[in-house]
């Protein structure tokens, strides 16, 4: 069996591959590193030149992207229910949420966080967040809209989508973001965040 390792930085995108390796249950090395790595991990760039959180190895397998991860997972690691397949009505919903998910929800939450917490004081722009913030808030209702009548966001059940979203939340919640749990989103963070994939997760 080709070796799995993980490298994670608490609360970045890495917590989507992670709490996809937990919800598979397989076997994996997680290196857990200060944020961010390519400052503080001796040797990180070596690794992954372009030095973003996470980075991944499976044998030969080397990727960067988050939910280009989860992906890769629930196809060659299962069958799983947490793939959606081309033969099921909502695969195309399902593709669409997976891309979604970082392109659109989580990309305004990169630029609340850079200009409210990773800059220093001198370079922080607080209406450039809160600019950004309002854009996140926004493309969020599109979420809000879609869980009005399923309890998942593609195909009836819990799949890599809901991962791929909800890790918005978790960055939500760590930029104090509040207002995005409108009541539905709120009713689904209750359940996503509750499963223990995701509690080990975040522990970890």
Not at 67 to 88: F, K, M, R, W
Not at 93 to 118: C, E, G, I, K
Request: glycine share 4%.
């Amino acid at each position: 069996m080709k070796p799995m390792t993980l490298y994670h930085c608490k609360g970045s995108r890495s917590v989507r591959p992670l709490w996809t390796l937990e919800e598979l249950g397989l076997d994996f090395e997680l290196v857990s590193m200060q944020f961010p790595p390519r400052y503080l991990h001796e040797g990180y760039k070596d690794l992954n030149p372009i030095g973003t959180v996470p980075f991944f190895k499976h044998g030969d397998v080397e990727m960067t992207e988050s939910t280009g991860i989860c992906h890769y997972l629930a196809e060659t690691q299962g069958p799983t229910d947490l793939a959606v397949s081309p033969d099921e009505p909502d695969y195309g919903v399902y593709l669409n949420w997976l891309y979604r998910s970082d392109a659109t929800l989580t990309f305004p939450q990169t630029l609340v966080l850079r200009y409210t917490v990773l800059e220093p004081d001198e370079r922080r722009l607080p209406q450039v967040a809160d600019d950004y913030r309002k854009w996140f808030l926004a493309r969020m209702r599109s979420v809000e809209a879609a869980l009005e009548t399923r309890d998942y966001l593609a195909a009836g059940r819990f799949t890599i989508a809901d991962i791929s979203v909800a890790y918005a939340l978790v960055l939500a919640k760590s930029l104090s973001i509040e207002e995005v749990f409108t009541p539905h989103i709120k009713a689904y963070w209750e359940r996503v965040s509750t499963r223990p994939a995701f509690v080990r997760a975040i522990e970890r």
